[in-house]
């Protein structure tokens, strides 16, 4: 159930999934099309006992291979080839200015299980990246031999110029924003839904009248006013707008307690609704009466209304006293006249729900050519 949700709320969202993607892999481009071009060329190094021992006793030879099993001695030269000195010395040595290497950057790290020291370099032009890597190896080579006497360091692959950049690289960057713009358009998708759903429930909460659970009177006649002025209104009879009022609540208002006078306009609430289709509303008037909404009822207003005007008049058992109580519903309806206003409706049917509770009738209609018939 909950994965058949889940695929409900990508189908409506879909749009909004495409052009997350699209607009990340259209950023993306964008993006690789006006940045610099960054390449990386690589050196590497191997940490020898220093040729010398190699003439000297065996016992030394052994010793300085013993020690050089050890990671620090690697690690410690390729702190060397960091060290901001061995950098400003190749620059000086260049004829560089530092400001202007700005965007160029380098590591030397030792490869693992190994007294292999790899460095790199990384910048916009591919001629000073080779030209930095090269040199640095060898300041740092030049220390090293000034400065350790048993353990020497030598170029194992020195750096060849690049060919292809390491970024900006479109194809897999589009490729990468394309699937992150669908995560993220994914995400999207249930995050507006679920706005969406919270929203509406808010809304509804606010449209409804929370003692009846029909719509309230603003939120009525607001829809009454965009249907009668809707241009999908132009059949006389087209909408009915129906004011029932239930004379026998007027005694129990003040009499009955909150929760069985409201159980009571919910029940007459739920029993409307049950005689109406999806197309028409019912909202609370008044303290007692309702309005309801009917629309395409053409000549069919009238059927419908007394069906709800015998499923109001059912008794109903008051469970703190037991006696019946009657609701006695009285109905008037207004057929909507062509160019007829919502104002002039809601006039026109208070007269006829006026005429039904003069005349004794049940049911008295107004039809679309103003004229009065008693139900």
Known sequence: MEIRLYFQILRRGWWIILLTALAAMTASLIVSYVSQPIYR?????IVVPNPSLLSGSSGVLLDSLATLDKPSISQTYAEILNSPRIYRETLNQLGFNELALIDYTYSAVVLPDSNIIKLSVEGPDQVTIVLLANSIGERGIIFVQTTYMIFDMAVLDPAV????????????DAGIALALGFGVGVALAFLIETLSTTIGNIMQQFALDDVSLALTRKTFERRLEAR????????????????????GLKEYIDILPRSSFQQILRDATTNMKNQLRGTDIIG??????????LSE???EALNTMGRIRVTLSLPIKIKISGENLYLKPFIGIKEHSPGESAEELKKFAEHALEKALTSGEGITIIDSNKRIIYG
């Open 228 to 247: 009668a002025s809707s241009r999908s209104t132009p059949i006389a009879g087209y909408l009915s707008l129906c004011m029932v009022q239930m004379e």
């Open 297 to 299: 009822t053409t000549g």
């Open 161 to 172: 110029l690049p060919i292809k950049p390491i970024r900006p690289q479109p194809i897999r």
């Open 284 to 293: 609370r008037w008044s303290d007692y009466s309702f309005a309801v909404l």
């Open 41 to 45: 060329v690589s050196t590497s190094f």
